[in-house]
């Protein structure tokens, strides 16, 4: 297992704060299912949590299996070759957060800096945060240049 | 189900048509992993192309079981809400394609339109394409616009 040097460290960190959106895999029926999710890493990459309705397969589905996996990819800048597009993809649990008290009202706080617009979702009964708990994590920072981490390694990249 | 217009239809296929990478779900071990791949998509919408290495996660995991998810997201432009980028998911199987024969040059000549950066994959013996056909597909408009749609009914936005 190759260990990142400190510019591999550094981009896998740029890489997790700097991008929004991921893709959010979880178990349908027994079935890879994929769907777009914001998200927001906790400061020391120890989880990444989200914000998602229950109405949602995606919740659904963590409700069923909390075995998720989630990718985090750089945003397609229109570069020649889009296999050079750094990414992360994680795979670990999904635990429900909580919707009151200190570490809720922290995490409202930061996800609304993060996603205004979606301070809508706090007066809807449905909506409520998630972490994604990482098991391992494995590191595209380039063609030909993966690094497979395991969560303490991930952790070690946010310092 | 909602029934896309004639606008809604026209976004998804320009979805599909404008972006580059997606987000491929596959089962690994019973569990959901998530990878970044260029994609083509078929001319009709009947199937999403890739060209992956025998010795990637994602081909071993299709190898084992067919069973696949494909995201494809508007690329992040900086808006306000990012929720609001436009998104399709595809459930559905994975199927090699031989390496030889009139489709696979066909198939060749447009992957190397795409994504000419690609050209030294045709000479790695590890490289080979796979087909994704879609049984169905989730289409998210935008906020709150939400389509479910059969294989038939995401063909006939390719028109």
Known sequence: ??????????ALARLIRSVRVAALGTLRQGAPQVSMVAFLPEADF????????RLAWHTQDMLADPRVSLSIVETDDGRADPQTLA???LRGEALQVA???EP???????WLERFPASAVTFALADFGFWRLVPRDA????????????S?????????
Chains 1, 2 share one sequence.
């Open 87 to 89: 990414r992360v993809a």
């Open 151 to 159: 969560a303490e390694a991930l952790r070690r990249a946010a310092i």
């Open 138 to 149: 494995r590191f595209v920072a380039g063609l030909g240049r993966t690094y497979n981490l």
């Open 99 to 101: 919707s009151e008290g």
């Open 1 to 10: 297992m190759a260990v990142m040097d400190a510019d591999a460290s550094a």
């Open 46 to 53: 120890g989880a990444f949590c989200l914000r998602v309705s």
């Open 104 to 110: 809720f009202e922290r995490l409202k706080a930061a």
